[in-house]
C-alpha cells in the first residue's frame, strides 16, 4: 500500500510540474507580447498620420504623431524610428527593444522578431 501511495505522489508532482511554465519562459512570452502590441499600435498611429497628411507623409519624430502630441512610449522599452519621406513609397520603420528582445515593423509589414535595417 505505502509503495501505490509513493507511486502516486511521484506521479501526480511530475504531472503538476510539466503542467506549470518556468518563470523565464513566462516572462519570455510576455515581452514578446507586449512588444508587438506596442508596435502594432505605434504602427497604427503613423499610419493614420500618413493618411491625414496633405502630402502623404509619415511623422518625422514618434514625438510628432498624432499632430504633434507623440505616440505614448513606454520608459522600459527603448524605441528606434527611422522615416523616409523622400522614397517612393514612403517608408518608415520602427523598433522596440526589451530585455535584449527585439521587434521591429514597417509601413508595410507586421511586428516581426529583429530591428530595423540601419
Avoid: H, W
Amino acid at each position: 500500500m505505502v509503495v501505490v501511495i509513493g507511486i502516486l505522489a511521484v506521479l501526480t508532482t511530475n504531472s503538476y510540474r510539466s503542467s506549470v511554465p518556468d518563470k523565464k519562459t513566462t516572462d519570455d512570452s510576455l515581452v514578446n507580447v507586449t512588444l508587438q502590441s506596442e508596435l502594432t499600435n505605434i504602427t497604427n498611429q503613423l499610419r493614420i498620420d500618413q493618411a491625414s497628411s496633405a502630402d502623404g507623409s509619415y511623422p518625422a519624430t514618434l514625438a510628432g504623431a498624432k499632430g504633434g502630441l507623440g505616440v505614448t512610449l513606454r520608459q522600459d522599452i527603448t524605441y528606434e524610428y527611422a522615416v523616409d519621406n523622400d522614397a517612393n513609397p514612403k517608408t518608415f520603420c520602427v523598433s522596440a527593444t526589451q530585455k535584449d528582445v527585439s521587434y521591429m515593423s514597417t509601413n508595410n509589414s507586421s511586428p516581426a522578431e529583429g530591428v530595423c535595417p540601419e
